[in-house]
């Protein structure tokens, strides 16, 4: 019979920091944006080579362009291919905007709205009066949105243990899912419909600092320190058949709905506590592997000569009951011990915030809604 030893939990020294959950001085730290948006909108302009000749404030990088925004280190793409009939512009709303995005506003389409008016003056690229009527009007196209939301920690090296967590419970769990080293989790890396992403944001900052000049920047990288980022960002093949390569089709209840499964998909906090006593409602076969798992067989349902989509159910189905991830190399307890305070930490401190509040200054004038 196999002897089954427990496996090494990456980063278990940190882990005893989950036990304690914070009690936090002020109020968590909440916030939820539209950062990054990729657009097509119909505009016959002047070839970009011949504006950049001509002394337009644009930079050429391969087939693209890119544009600066007046915060150092940041910047837009644009590029018109084919026959230019359409000009496409991506760049995150937060940043191109204000110079940050650890925090922003949840409206897709002011915010879309405004980072093609920004890129264009600053691009000093002129539309005609029907163009600019019809992107006021949202008669464009997405092609692009990421979305973001923060879980405040109450620490930074909470916040790093909540991603040891998170990377523990995804190490070999599906195919689909990468894992770095440094904390951050992927899933569907590479895919062209739609890719999410965990990660500590004070440490992208240390990599990445904040631009100068950013309005309030030492509460952002204060706040940045203690918390867990997730994102998704979807592409034409997500947001076609949902409807939402439309900027009217979207709201915050939308992009809250959208960030919370993500978040939680992430972070692995729904479901069953795992426990293998909850096993009777299995069949018998499956009964029988999970006690072979149990002792030590990991590759027991990776065996046999069933389907690979008969696989997947099996293992769908015991950790849809049990809480058992038969992917991990860790015990059903060593799981339990990582999710139970794990759930707990993002009931204390995962929230939304939209800073629509604060958005002048933040940008550092009014928001033009239409051109005039």
Sequence with gaps: ?????????????????????????EPPFFSSLVDTVKVRIDAQVVPLNELMEAGAPIHRNGKRYTVNSRFEGVSANIYRPGNGKYLYIEGSV?????????????????????LIQAVLSRADIRLDVSE?????????????????????CGSPARAGAMMVAVRNLHLGSAH???????????????????????YLKGRE??????????????DWLSAADSIVRFERSMRPKCLVPRGLAWPGAWSADV??????????????????VPDIQKSNRLTRLSRAKL?????????????????????????????????IDVN???TAEQQATLLVPLRELFAAGFGFADHEHIWNQLTGRGRPRRWV
């Design 291 to 323: 006690r072979a798992w149990s002792c030590g067989d990991l590759n027991i349902f990776n065996e046999g000569a069933t389907s690979e989509a008969t696989k997947r159910a099996e293992r769908k189905a015991i950790f849809d009951i049990t809480g």
């Design 328 to 330: 991990l190399p860790l």
């Design 176 to 198: 689909n899912v990468s894992v770095y080293k440094a904390g951050s989790v992927y899933k569907n890396q590479r895919s062209s419909y739609e890719t999410t992403k965990s």
């Design 94 to 114: 937060a940043k191109f905007l204000t110079g940050q995005n650890v925090v922003g506003i949840e409206d897709v389409a002011a915010g879309s709205l405004e």
């Design 132 to 152: 600019r009527r019809r992107i006021s009007q949202g008669r464009y196209t997405l092609t692009r949105v990421d979305l973001a939301v923060h879980c405040d």
């Design 1 to 25: 019979m196999f002897q089954r030893q427990p496996a090494q939990i990456y980063g278990s020294q940190q882990l005893h920091l989950l036990q304690d959950i914070p009690s936090y001085d």
């Design 205 to 218: 900052l240390e990599h990445r600092p904040m631009s100068q000049g950013v309005f309030r920047r030492e």
């Design 255 to 272: 992009v809250r709905e959208l960030l919370d499964e993500t978040a939680r998909d992430l972070a692995r906090i729904d479901g069953v």
